[in-house]
C-alpha cells in the first residue's frame, strides 16, 4: 500500500541512489551530449515506471541534461511508491546522481534545486487574488485556502507561497526568494554566497533555513529539508 513518507524518510529512503529530497519531491539530474540522447534517457526513464509514469514523473529534457521529478499527484507529497519507481529510473538510466561539486565555482554545473517565491503580506487573502491572475497559477494540489501557496499549473515558473507580517517595514524587501538547496550542498552554496560579497544575517533557523543578503540588504533564503517538522 502506497504511503506518504516524512522529509526525512524520504531523504534517506533515496540518498545512495542518487536523488536528493526538495519541497516535497525527489530530484535528480543525468547529463547528457545531444538532445537526442537526452530525449532516449527520458523515454527509458518513462519505460520504466510504467503506468505509473504519467501519476508521479515530471521530466524537464534539455540539450545538456535531463531532470528528473518524482512526486505522487494524488497525496502531493512524496511516497513509497516514489522511492520504489526512483531507484528504478538510477538502474535504467545508470544511476545519475547529483552533479560532483555543484556550485563550487569550478565551472561544473551545479545540480538540482528548486526556487519558491514569498511575498511578506498584511493581508494575504486581500494579495493572493491578484498574484494568481496575473501570473496565471493555480492552487496548489490540496491546498486552496485563501493564504496557500501558488503554483505554475505548467511547472515552469517558481511556486509562490506569502508570509504574514504583523507590521509594515518598507525599508526591508517585501518580496525574497526561497533556494531550496540538497541538505548536504547547503554549506557550500552558503560559502560561495558570502565569497560573492553577500552576508549571513541569519542563521537561527538552520538548517531549515539562513537568511543571506547582498551588499543593499537584499534578502535571499538558503533553505533544506532538514530541521522542518516530519
Known amino acids: 500500500m502506497e504511503q506518504i513518507l516524512s522529509r526525512q524518510q524520504a531523504s534517506e529512503a533515496v540518498q545512495d541512489h542518487g536523488w536528493r529530497y526538495l519541497l516535497g519531491t525527489l530530484q535528480t539530474s543525468a547529463l547528457v551530449g545531444t538532445l537526442a540522447q537526452a530525449v532516449s534517457v527520458a523515454a527509458d526513464a518513462v519505460a520504466v ?15 545538456d541534461r535531463v531532470v528528473f521529478t518524482l512526486q505522487s499527484l494524488d497525496h502531493a507529497a512524496v511516497t513509497t511508491r516514489d522511492v520504489e519507481l526512483a531507484r528504478r529510473i538510477s538502474a ?6 547529483l552533479l560532483p561539486e555543484a556550485g563550487t565555482g569550478t565551472g561544473t554545473p551545479r545540480s538540482v534545486q528548486l526556487v519558491e517565491i514569498a511575498i511578506d503580506a ?3 487573502a486581500g494579495i493572493r487574488p491578484f498574484w494568481k491572475a496575473v501570473l496565471g497559477y493555480t492552487d496548489e494540489a490540496g491546498a486552496e485556502g485563501a493564504e496557500d501557496p501558488l503554483v505554475d499549473p505548467l511547472r515552469q515558473g517558481p511556486a509562490i507561497w506569502f508570509q504574514q507580517m504583523d507590521l509594515a517595514r518598507p525599508q526591508r524587501n517585501r518580496i525574497h526568494l526561497d533556494i531550496s538547496v540538497p541538505h548536504d550542498e547547503a554549506p557550500r552554496r552558503i560559502e560561495a554566497a558570502l565569497a560573492a560579497g553577500g552576508r549571513l544575517v541569519s542563521a537561527t533557523r538552520a538548517p531549515a533555513f539562513w537568511v543571506l543578503a547582498d551588499r543593499e540588504g537584499n534578502e535571499v533564503c538558503v533553505t533544506t529539508w532538514q530541521g522542518r517538522d516530519n
Not at 49 to 60: S, T, Y
Not at 92 to 97: F, L, N
Request: charged share 35%.
Open 49 to 63: 515506471c510504467g503506468d505509473d509514469a504519467d501519476r508521479h514523473l515530471r521530466i524537464d529534457v534539455r540539450l
Open 92 to 97: 535504467t538510466v545508470g544511476k545519475p546522481g
Open 122 to 124: 498584511l493581508n494575504i
